[in-house]
């Protein structure tokens, strides 16, 4: 039976993404029109990229990075509408992908061109279920109805989760040569909640801005200040693994030496069990030459007084 190898099976994969993600982009940049191009969606395309690489935390003992990035696109999708949201996904997964490589991560070329398209397709795919729920999501934010904005957020969440873990499970099954649900079940859960905390920092910021004239810049200084607070997070966070890993270190040196030790006992041990059994050696030798002859080695005088 004929089987694509490894590097196939991610060159058919991205080539079958490749037409969708295109589609994806091509409708983003001719739906964007010039003048949504303004200082506010600059100032937001820069917090989300700065968000993305500096701003990620991972919690400690578990695989859970958070960031607010994901919060930053679903902002920009209501605020300055789909198209912006999908340029802007795109370029922040180009550039943290780099990132990660600058920092000395192992991430290769088709991993950076798959994560690119994952993002295009899923604020597309995201994009087409929002309007078919509620028609337009810019609505629910111009209407006074919490529990509508709310569920928005939750349908934007939950979709970018489905959409992106599904493709990154694929993806990824493919590389480590497994089973899809393996991988997507393992990461379920780290997954779902970086998009949840992702839509509620985005709709406690969309409560606080003016939706039809937001202030980014005053956006952008909470996002400073809160910045300062997540990295002093990350700092203490380091510091623990760090105090963790010597923790770790200084045991196994001390298991090591208790390891050593008992070799060296059980050497002084077998050298004490040698001695003795060369004692009773020399102990019978002289033992038999009190008592025998040492010509004919039959028993002497002394033997037959110590006999008597």
């Not at 600058?102 to 995201?126: E, H, Q, W």
Request: charged residues 20%; neutral net charge.
């Amino acid at each position: 039976m004929f089987s694509l190898s490894k590097e196939n099976s991610i060159n058919v994969f991205l080539a079958a993404l490749t037409p969708v993600a295109g589609i994806a982009v091509v409708w983003a940049l001719l739906g964007i029109a010039p003048e949504k191009i303004n200082a506010g969606v600059i100032t937001l395309g820069a917090l989300t990229i700065f968000c993305s690489c500096y701003l990620r935390i991972q919690l400690p003992r578990v695989n859970i990075h958070l960031t607010i990035s994901d919060g930053m696109i679903m902002i920009a999708m209501m605020l300055y509408g789909s198209e912006v949201a999908l340029i802007i996904a795109v370029i922040e997964s180009f550039l943290a992908s780099l990132n990660i490589r600058r920092l000395g991560g192992t991430i290769k070329p088709k991993t950076i061109l798959a994560n690119m398209y994952f993002a295009a397709i899923s604020v597309f795919v995201v994009t087409k279920i929002v309007n078919a729920m509620f028609v337009s999501g810019d609505r629910v934010l111009h209407r006074d109805d919490l529990t509508s904005f709310v569920w928005l957020l939750i349908v934007m969440s939950i979709s970018l989760f489905l959409v992106n873990s599904i493709f990154v499970a694929f993806f990824s099954a493919i590389k480590k040569e497994t089973s899809f649900w393996k991988v997507w079940t393992e990461n379920c859960f780290n997954a779902i909640s970086i998009y949840l905390t992702g839509g509620v920092i985005a709709g406690i910021a969309i409560k606080v801005l003016d939706v039809d004239r937001p202030n980014m810049y005053l956006f952008a200084a909470v996002v400073a200040f809160f910045g300062l607070i997540y990295l002093t997070f990350r700092r203490f966070v380091e510091d623990v693994n760090v105090t963790v890993e010597k923790a770790k270190q200084t045991e196994r040196e001390r298991a090591e030496q208790a390891e050593q030790h008992i070799l060296e006992l059980r050497h002084y041990v077998l050298e004490l069990e040698r001695s003795s059994d060369a004692l009773k050696v020399s102990h019978e030798k002289f033992r038999h030459a009190a008592y025998h002859d040492g010509l004919t080695h039959l028993p002497n005088r002394n033997y037959f007084i110590e006999t008597l």
